[in-house]
């Protein structure tokens, strides 16, 4: 009885929705019924494959393209540690470590703000001036010439990067099905695979400037990465894809047939509905928004440690300053190989909670070797394999996952932003983790990595168990038929609330 009283007024809200604005009616307008595939029979004479090779072509690589100088610009700290940046600036104690910190404070809570401005700016202009700024702000670290500048530099990366991951994430979201969006994210994702291993090549090269123009090595690796992403910037103004239905590279009928699709697999979009403190709270309301955060969480706490303290690991090891940049390169390429397959197999499977577990284990062994074994360096450089390969092949399915599941621009908006905000205050504690007094064993840092693996996996379980139960009790509510009174186009507009929906598992 109260889940269709609550269903009632849901739906009577729905219905006193009235605007002047000619868009937003049209978006309001009914569909029809999508059931059995009934977009496809609407638009006969559109060739599905054919418009998601245009898409695929004209979305994801541009974002790729973004992210992967996004993280190199975030993580290239590391790579300017091996190469003198903390002698030079006379870092004592743990100020590396706060000065790597600082990033994530204006990272976590900017999410949310900055998801909510790209619905008033168009994502080409937002994502593009983000990375604009960002560029700029890495060039000028380059500069910085003690503790103080390094700690502001940082900072402000923090706030210009911080609407990027959810915005991308958000906007592949608007423009594929969920049983097709794994290969995507995982692909968009594993930028942060290429960006280590791309990272770790340019470092070994630009490092070799040491002294050009009078300026160290480490220098030249912000100032030459942060131009380059300037330029880079200017180029994707034109480039990066905004919503389906504001591009000019689709023809009428397909923007039709790309709402239509989405709007068969999710729901109504509400993308021109507005973003308000009241909407926001409503999204909160759902227990699975709230674990949503913890899945992500878990796994950023050993993907920062790795992204960030890998080549100081590797240098540990007996190694010079040119070679650990050379071999931190190998781990990332076979991170992004097995992402990849993991993605194929679960978009193939549509089964996505196995597809989080196996790669997840693959990780938690690589920390474990890591922390008993410490005289064998074979073993601990493969280590670092595992542990790469596990954490970076886990994070997209689970952000994919939890993405997708979401319904319409507002759940999908706050939901990612959210995610992706809590889950990066795991960078705080993994920068603290490992600390240079800890050398070279780092026995705590590997130590609290193995313990939010677990987190991980807990919060992954209690949210495969909850949308397993959920879509069994709207199976059972629809065999009693407790929402026969609710028409087709109803039920879609309430997103991934609608009783017809079954999630993802």
């Not at 692909?187 to 090269?205: H, I, M, N, Y």
């Not at 313990?451 to 065999?479: H, K």
């Amino acid at each position: 009885m109260s889940v269709e009283r609550k269903s009632t007024t849901s739906l009577q809200e729905h219905r006193d929705v009235t605007s002047p604005d000619v868009e937003k009616q049209y978006n309001l307008a009914p569909y029809i019924s999508a059931e059995g595939g009934d977009y496809k029979t609407r638009f006969p004479n559109i060739d599905e494959a054919k418009v998601l090779r245009k898409i695929d072509l004209r979305v994801v690589p541009v974002l790729c393209v973004l992210y992967l100088l996004a993280f190199l610009d975030r993580v290239n700290i590391s790579n300017a540690a091996v190469f003198g940046l903390k002698q030079d600036l006379k870092l004592e104690g743990n100020q590396f470590n706060t000065a790597l910190v600082v990033f994530f404070a204006p990272y976590v809570l900017f999410e949310i703000p900055s998801n909510a401005l790209l619905k008033h700016f168009k994502p080409h202009v937002w994502l593009s001036l983000c990375m604009f700024l960002f560029g700029l702000i890495t060039l000028l670290q380059g500069f910085v010439q003690g503790f103080g500048g390094l700690v502001a530099t940082r900072f402000f990366l923090g706030v210009v990067e911080s609407g990027v991951f959810p915005a991308c994430f958000y906007l592949i979201a608007m423009w594929y099905k969920r049983a097709e969006a794994q290969k995507r994210y995982s692909f968009f994702f594993s930028s942060t695979t290429l960006a280590g291993g791309f990272g770790g090549l340019l470092a070994s090269a630009i490092g070799k400037m040491d002294g050009v123009q009078g300026y160290r090595g480490w220098r030249w690796i912000f100032i030459l990465e942060g131009l380059a992403t300037c330029v880079v910037s200017a180029i994707l103004f034109f480039a990066i894809a905004d919503f389906p239905e504001e591009v000019a590279w689709l023809t009428k009928e397909e923007k039709e047939f790309v709402k239509a699709r989405l709007y068969e697999d999710v729901g109504h979009s509400k993308r021109h509905d507005p973003l308000t403190p009241k909407s926001v709270l409503e999204v909160f309301k759902d227990w699975k928004i709230i674990v949503g955060g913890f899945m992500y969480f878990g796994l950023i706490v050993p993907a920062y440690s790795y992204a960030y303290f890998a080549p100081s690991i590797i240098q540990s090891l007996g190694n010079g300053m040119i070679r650990t940049q050379l071999l931190s390169v190998p781990p990332w390429a076979c991170a992004f190989a097995l992402a990849m397959l993991t993605a194929v197999f679960s978009d193939w499977l549509r089964m996505r909670f196995i597809f989080v577990l196996i790669p997840t284990a693959i990780s938690l062994a690589g920390f474990i070797i890591l922390l008993v074994v410490h005289d064998n360096k074979h073993l601990q450089y493969g280590a670092l394999f595992l542990a790469a390969m596990g954490t970076y092949s886990a994070m997209p399915i689970i952000v994919c996952w939890f993405n997708t599941n979401l319904g319409g621009h507002h759940r999908r908006a706050v939901g990612t932003a959210w995610q992706v905000g809590f889950g990066n205050i795991g960078g705080i504690i993994a920068v603290f983790a490992f600390l240079a007094k800890d050398a070279p064993k780092y026995i705590t840092g590997y130590s609290i990595c193995i313990a939010f693996i677990g987190v991980a996996v807990l919060a992954n379980t209690v949210y495969f168990v909850g949308v397993s139960w959920e879509n069994r009790r709207r199976d059972r509510l629809q065999a009693q038929g407790a929402y026969d009174g609710l028409s087709q186009d109803e039920k879609k507009r309430m997103g991934d609330l609608n009783p017809d929906y079954r999630y993802f598992r």
